[in-house]
């Protein structure tokens, strides 16, 4: 709707004309452009600023506004008044401001937060390691010696089923000091 005026017609007589603004810009043209930069295209709208004598009346229409467009509107609406009621453009934009502000923050701490998260998966990820015990020299602590039994690769490879490759895995991982067990 491209309406930049409404005359000397009162309020009551150009209301329903009004109520269908979807902009809040369109109210009024003395917002700064960079105060408004979340709304469309406020150049050419002045509304209220051609015909003053409406800005106070249209509260109504600031209220639907405020109740629209900031988070948790009617309750701020019950404790925020503007002093001057030709003021409430004023009050939109200080909310809108605000709810802006908490709405960034908000944002940035998800984004934070998600962060952590992921370097956390990140550091707690198993890292699977594909390495093997040489086979043939004598270990000392360990219980039996490369020529009682296979070792290492030599044994997996001995081994024909996957549950003998368990058992190999099993030998060669378990401690087989008495001291070594008690321990775990």
Not at 155 to 161: D, R
Request: hydrophobic letters at 30%.
């Amino acid at each position: 709707m491209d309406m930049y005026d409404v005359g000397d017609l009162r309020y009551e007589t150009i209301r329903p004309v009004l109520k269908r603004v979807t902009n809040p810009a369109q109210l009024v043209s003395k917002f700064k452009h960079s105060d408004l930069s979340y709304l469309a295209d406020i150049s050419q709208r002045q509304i209220e600023e051609a015909s003053p004598h409406i800005a106070e009346d249209d509260g109504e229409l600031w209220q639907a506004f405020i109740k629209r467009d900031i988070s948790r509107g009617e309750s701020k609406l019950q404790t925020t008044r503007p002093k001057n009621p030709s003021s409430w453009w004023k009050l939109y934009r200080k909310l809108k401001r605000e709810d802006d502000a908490a709405t960034q923050e908000a944002e940035d701490r998800l984004k934070a937060s998600l962060n952590k998260h992921k370097a956390d998966k990140g550091a707690k990820q198993t890292h699977i390691v594909h390495a093997v015990i040489p086979s043939g020299e004598k270990r000392s602590g360990w219980g039996s010696t490369p020529r009682d039994k296979p070792f290492g690769n030599q044994a997996l490879k001995n081994a024909k089923t996957t549950a003998q490759q368990i058992a190999v895995l099993k030998r060669q991982t378990a401690p087989t000091f008495p001291a070594q067990r008690q321990s775990q």
